[in-house]
């Protein structure tokens, strides 16, 4: 089946400080991600949709300055979140969608950031 | 803007028992997902309902799909204790709109 991976697994880091995350399509072409963030205990709120070659698309309420997320390959997207605090801490998950009649998303294991 | 709601948020069966879990929808939706999530872990994948009506089946485990009621079940048979998880049902934002919109969750533990 698709594999996706996300790298790191857990960080944590000082507040004001940037944190990068990658998510990796390992066996599949993804022309869309999505970046999904969730709360202890809450369910998972879309962030931005990325299509590989083009600027991601960001849902109402995120700040596309503080969450930077570049597609730069077909395999490869990144979340970078820039001038962390303690509220950023959370699950970040992405997903992972190939072209044409492919219906799935695959899910990423996902990033716990905490940010001190 | 699709809302999506689930019922219940928590239950508690006992081992052997049968229960379903709804999810309502508030838009046109044409496609809906079911998802399980372990403690501290990401969503695994068990269903995708692609039409009116579809049913799918998997272990223990049988979702199905209502498009004019928008409406979707999770019906679980003679529980036992590995299924306790969160279930999420996520629909999509709508013909050639990949989004998915998660419901509240249903965290299920299950009693021996």
């Known amino acids: 089946g698709a594999v996706v991976s996300q790298h790191p697994s857990w960080v944590i880091c000082k507040s004001g400080t940037s944190v990068k995350i990658e998510c990796r399509s390992l066996d599949f072409q993804a022309t869309t991600m999505f970046w999904y963030r969730q709360f202890p205990k809450q369910s998972l709120m879309l962030m931005a949709t990325s299509n590989e070659g083009s600027k991601a698309t960001y849902e109402q309420g995120v700040e596309k300055d503080k969450f930077l997320i570049n597609h730069a390959s077909l395999t490869l997207s990144t979340l970078t979140v820039t001038s962390a605090h303690p509220e950023d801490s959370s699950f970040y998950i992405c997903?992972?969608?190939?072209?044409?009649?492919?219906?799935?998303?695959?899910f990423g294991p996902g990033t716990r950031l905490t940010v001190l | 803007e699709l809302k999506v709601e689930q019922n219940p948020l928590f239950l508690s069966m006992q081992e052997g028992k049968n229960y379903t879990i709804y999810c309502n929808y508030s838009?046109?939706?044409?496609?809906l997902y079911w998802y399980r999530q372990d403690p501290g872990k990401s969503l695994e994948s068990l269903f995708v309902?692609?039409?009116?009506?579809a049913v799918k089946q998997e272990g223990r485990l049988m979702a199905s799909l209502d498009t004019k009621a928008r409406l979707s079940t999770l019906h679980i048979t003679a529980a036992v204790h590995d299924l306790s998880a969160t279930y999420f049902c996520a629909p999509r934002g709508g013909f050639g709109n990949e989004k998915l919109t998660f419901g509240t969750g249903t965290r299920l533990t299950i009693i021996p």
């Open positions: 997903s992972a969608r190939g072209g044409g009649r492919r219906v799935e998303q695959f």
């Open positions: 309902l692609l039409s009116n009506g």
């Open positions: 838009t046109t939706s044409d496609r």
